[in-house]
């Protein structure tokens, strides 16, 4: 069979996708093998492929296709979220690029024009996994809002409610001014900004004195309602009583007393807003204040204000402080920095509002899901998140669930305009309910809340629902076939800044609605960043597209580059060239298998040299294969991956080809024997094995291109190498045969002896032969490897471990660059020497270090007393 001389990743990555789709390689149904499941964390449906994406998904499939191999029934679930607040926001600008405002549409008009939307752009960022390789079980996909999946979230909003854990009231709320809706506090993203501190003076009413404020929201001060001091601050002692008046608009405000003021912080008094921030808000609350609400939903000054209004929030800040210190009100502007907080998704800066919204009581349902990592049950890695999930789940404040949407599932709460107010699946059922309170009513009458729930609110339900939508109604008990046996699931990849938007909440309704954990570990990744720090991102135009990036290297390029450097929980400095590092393992691959199918086979017995190799690569392979099953287990994937790529290039490229390479004779090259031919063919295939999670295209290439297969004889199916017994001796003996062969490569380079010039070379030693005398010889390209018990006058010596070796090298040797180089080496070793004599003569390290520590100290030191022996012999040698 004639293989193309480079290898071409775009004919490969189309032609393998195929046919693995064919086979239904990706498909899994409930049998009698071991489940191993993933849930995909659901992208937007607005989304398209990014770094983010690359990294998680990779390491997904990675994580899938190495369970697959592993005979177990690899279930990975795929699926969009519907992302209420960014669809709706997308929907909304390409009604305005046609001239449609969503105020002159109805709910219903709205939502056709949202789903056509769906419809045409929501499949975009699952196909564009498939360029990745990803083996998702593509017949399972599911959308936060198929009927089935959404009337699960109505199912558990209904449920709640009747436990009592929901309820309905008007708190201060963190609002998107531009998303016009309610955010929970995990959705607020604080950036740090430059502010400017304004200093305004409140006269004191029947009074010359004033009372200096300090404030960076001076569009705010129309909504005061009072002015707060401590107590006990005796600046302010004798203002008991007396109002304070408001600048500009002149509205009279009473000056109470607090001792929530730090009366050392600033000027020790407090301008209270109730209507606009939490803190002021509680304040109001305790003093019997009026809440006046300055702002409108949208961040303009309202009437209620009395000036400015209309104008933008901003835009009135500047106007303020102009206007404001034209009148003398301003002692002073300094300029601070201070955290402003952003809506995650609109980047919209966030206002506190008071709202009437529905909130879910979070004291309860928390603790099982707090319990369920502090006692390793679910498994955070890297656990330096444990700490911050604890934190956050022993503070957590109640989730404010309502937003102030149509794209979304609708809160089925229905009032009948008299206050009372019923939780029903259907306006029949609440008609029914409502006649009980209020015999009067006409179903005509009774409204729903206009209110969508919070997206997160139907994704923490993404492990159950995707398997099976009833389990809300018809509990674990009766749960079908598909949960029973894919639910809890195995591994969840994500990102840490949603741990506990998302995590921990489904960690939460996990126990609510099974008494179990939706999954055992949690992957956490890092943030891909550019080489100066930056998170990637479109805005700041230093993220490269991930498409052109396959383009450009391959898939498999791509996905050995993102995870090379990639620890988990840490943030990943990407630099294109790690693709290109990828590429290059793809074409190292590629030309390794070009090579072996280019060797002429004869059938004549193997050389003791082949023998050797054979045994040790073979031998190497199986300790690497533990290893990298042992990184695996620790969910060390970017060493996992590290170690295949070190066993494939430098142990089977650099090391075993090189040595059972047939030579060349003549101009041509020597056959090689049978044996070693089909025991290298076999280490080939079990490496592809080896590399198929991270590199699955190249991979089915050259899998098919070794021999003829049928279309399942697949290496996406085939067995992940076992673990078998090893020859550590053999394997030592070996690591001892690369440093000769280094040493020579290195004589050669400082005497600048051509590599094609055989030399000879005397081991010191009571051996006469060692197993794998034939392979130094050809890799170091001797004449001769002899051994001696005696010292080799006027020869090139060096030393492996407590071994000597000599190089007659006749009159290569200058005499004063050997002593010099000898005194380097016994200058070194004696300095070894003393470090660790004096850690044996530690009492306190000899009594409490375990007893290999200690006796591997005590070998160091008779190594080194050794070659400080024999250097000392040679530097005599040489005078």
């Known amino acids: 069979?004639?293989?193309?001389?480079?290898?071409?990743?775009?004919?490969?990555?189309?032609?393998?996708?195929?046919?693995?789709?064919?086979?239904?390689?990706?498909?899994?149904?409930?049998?009698?093998?071991?489940?191993?499941?993933?849930?995909?964390?659901?992208?937007?449906?607005?989304?398209?492929?990014?770094?983010?994406?690359?990294?998680?998904?990779?390491?997904q499939d990675v994580l899938i296709r190495r369970a697959r191999m592993q005979g177990k029934n690899a279930c990975w679930v795929p699926g969009t979220d519907h992302a209420s607040i960014a669809t709706e926001a997308k929907v909304v600008a390409l009604l305005k690029e046609k001239g449609i405002k969503k105020t002159d549409l109805s709910r219903e008009d709205f939502l056709k024009h949202a789903w056509e939307w769906k419809e045409k752009y929501g499949g975009i960022i699952l196909k564009q996994l498939e360029k990745l390789g990803a083996s998702c079980d593509w017949d399972r996909t599911r959308f936060t809002m198929e009927n089935d999946l959404s009337e699960a979230v109505i199912d558990v909003f209904i449920d709640l409610y009747n436990k009592g854990q929901i309820y309905r009231g008007v708190r201060m709320v963190n609002w998107d001014p531009v998303g016009l809706t309610a955010v929970s506090d995990e959705e607020v993203i604080y950036k740090e900004k430059d502010s400017q501190l304004v200093y305004i003076n409140y006269k004191i009413k029947d009074s010359n004195e004033f009372v200096t404020i300090a404030t960076t929201r001076p569009e705010t001060i129309m909504a005061d309602t009072a002015i707060c001091v401590h107590p006990e601050d005796e600046r302010y002692a004798h203002l008991k009583g007396k109002m304070a008046i408001i600048p500009l608009i002149n509205r009279e405000v009473p000056i109470i007393f607090d001792t929530y003021i730090d009366k050392e912080f600033g000027t020790g008094a407090l301008k209270v807003t109730p209507a606009h921030d939490i803190n002021d808000y509680n304040l109001g609350l305790k003093h019997k204040l009026p809440v006046i609400d300055g702002l409108t939903s949208d961040g303009k000054i309202s009437e209620a204000a009395q000036i400015y209004v209309g104008m933008d929030r901003f835009a009135c800040r500047k106007q303020i402080i102009k206007d404001l210190q034209e009148q003398g009100f301003v002692s002073k502007v300094d300029t601070i920095k201070n955290k402003v907080g952003h809506s995650e998704r609109t980047d919209a800066v966030i206002e506190p509002k008071l709202s009437m919204q529905w909130f879910l009581k979070m004291d309860i349902v928390s603790?099982?899901?707090?319990?369920?990592?502090?006692?390793?049950?679910?498994?955070?890695?890297?656990?330096?998140?444990?700490?911050?999930?604890k934190h956050w789940m022993e503070?957590?404040?109640?989730?404010?669930?309502?937003?102030?949407?149509?794209?979304?599932?609708?809160?089925?709460?229905?009032?009948?305009?008299?206050?009372?107010?019923?939780?029903?699946?259907?306006?029949?059922?609440?008609f029914e309910k409502l006649k009980g309170v209020n015999p009067s009513v006409k179903k005509e009458e009774i409204k729903q809340d206009e209110d969508v729930l919070d997206t997160w609110f139907s994704s923490w339900l993404w492990p159950l629902t995707v398997f099976d939508p009833k389990i809300i109604q018809n509990g674990w008990d009766k749960a079908n076939a598909d949960l029973k046996y894919y639910y809890p699931t195995n591994d969840l990849v994500t990102a840490p800044e949603i741990l506990f938007f998302w995590v921990a909440r489904m960690i939460i309704a996990g126990y609510e609605y099974t008494g179990q954990k939706p999954f055992t570990n949690v992957y956490l990744t890092g943030i891909v960043r550019d080489k100066l720090g930056r998170k990637m991102s479109k805005s700041l135009g230093n993220s490269p597209d991930p498409l052109d990036l396959i383009e450009k290297y391959g898939a498999d390029g791509v996905r050995v580059g993102m995870l090379l450097c990639s620890p988990a929980g840490n943030d990943l400095p990407f630099d294109e060239s790690y693709c290109e590092q990828g590429r290059n393992f793809s074409n190292k691959v590629w030309n390794a298998f070009r090579l072996v199918q280019g060797f002429e086979v004869a059938d004549t017995p193997p050389s003791n040299n082949n023998k050797a190799s054979v045994e040790w690569f073979e031998n190497k392979f199986n300790e690497q294969v533990a290893e990298i099953n042992d990184l695996y287990s620790k969910y060390r994937m970017s060493e996992a991956l590290m170690a295949t790529y070190k066993l494939v290039w430098d142990?089977?490229?650099?090391?075993?080809?090189?040595?059972?390479?047939?030579?060349?004779?003549?101009?041509?090259?020597?056959?090689?024997?049978?044996?070693?031919?089909?025991?290298?063919?076999?280490?080939?295939?079990?490496?592809?094995?080896?590399?198929?999670?991270?590199?699955?295209?190249?991979?089915?290439?050259?899998?098919?291109?070794?021999?003829?297969?049928?279309?399942?004889?697949?290496?996406?199916?085939?067995?992940?190498?076992?673990?078998?017994?090893?020859?550590?001796?053999?394997?030592?003996?070996?690591?001892?045969?690369?440093?000769?062969?280094?040493?020579?490569?290195?004589?050669?380079?400082?005497?600048?002896?051509?590599?094609?010039?055989?030399?000879?070379?005397?081991?010191?030693?009571?051996?006469?032969?060692?197993?794998?005398?034939?392979?130094?010889?050809?890799?170091?390209?001797?004449?001769?490897?002899?051994?001696?018990?005696?010292?080799?006058?006027?020869?090139f010596s060096f030393m492996i471990k407590t071994t000597?070796?000599?190089?007659?090298?006749?009159?290569?040797?200058?005499?004063?660059?050997?002593?010099?180089?000898?005194?380097?080496?016994?200058?070194?070793?004696?300095?070894?020497?003393?470090?660790?004599?004096?850690?044996?003569?530690?009492?306190?390290?000899?009594?409490?270090?375990?007893?290999?520590?200690?006796?591997?100290?005590?070998?160091?030191?008779?190594?080194?007393e050794a070659k400080i022996k024999a250097i000392e012999e040679q530097l005599a040698a040489l005078k």
């Open 1 to 59: 069979m004639e293989i193309p001389k480079t290898y071409d990743p775009k004919i490969t990555e189309n032609k393998w996708y195929a046919h693995w789709l064919k086979n239904n390689f990706f498909r899994s149904t409930p049998d009698e093998r071991e489940p191993y499941t993933i849930v995909i964390p659901p992208p937007n449906v607005t989304g398209v492929l990014h770094m983010g994406h690359m990294l998680n998904n990779t390491i």
């Open 367 to 389: 603790k099982p899901a707090l319990d369920a990592v502090l006692n390793n049950e679910v498994k955070l890695i890297p656990d330096k998140f444990i700490n911050t999930y």
């Open 651 to 795: 142990d089977f490229c650099a090391w075993y080809l090189e040595m059972i390479k047939p030579e060349f004779v003549d101009g041509k090259a020597k056959p090689i024997d049978k044996a070693t031919y089909d025991a290298t063919i076999h280490f080939f295939e079990q490496i592809l094995k080896v590399m198929h999670p991270w590199m699955p295209f190249i991979t089915e290439e050259i899998w098919h291109l070794i021999k003829e297969r049928t279309d399942k004889d697949c290496v996406i199916v085939a067995a992940w190498p076992s673990e078998k017994p090893l020859n550590k001796q053999l394997l030592a003996e070996f690591e001892a045969c690369k440093e000769i062969v280094a040493m020579m490569r290195n004589i050669r380079a400082q005497k600048q002896i051509s590599p094609k010039e055989k030399l000879e070379l005397i081991e010191k030693s009571d051996a006469q032969h060692s197993f794998f005398d034939e392979v130094v010889v050809k890799l170091a390209n001797l004449s001769a490897l002899k051994y001696t018990k005696e010292k080799v006058d006027g020869a």
């Open 395 to 430: 503070n957590v404040h109640d989730w404010c669930i309502s937003r102030q949407l149509w794209w979304g599932q609708r809160i089925p709460a229905w009032y009948d305009g008299q206050g009372n107010t019923v939780v029903t699946k259907t306006i029949d059922e609440a």
């Open 804 to 864: 000597e070796f000599f190089v007659p090298l006749a009159n290569n040797i200058n005499v004063d660059e050997e002593r010099a180089r000898l005194t380097k080496d016994l200058d070194y070793s004696k300095g070894f020497l003393k470090s660790v004599q004096a850690k044996l003569a530690n009492e306190k390290f000899v009594a409490n270090a375990k007893p290999e520590m200690v006796e591997n100290e005590r070998k160091k030191q008779a190594d080194a």
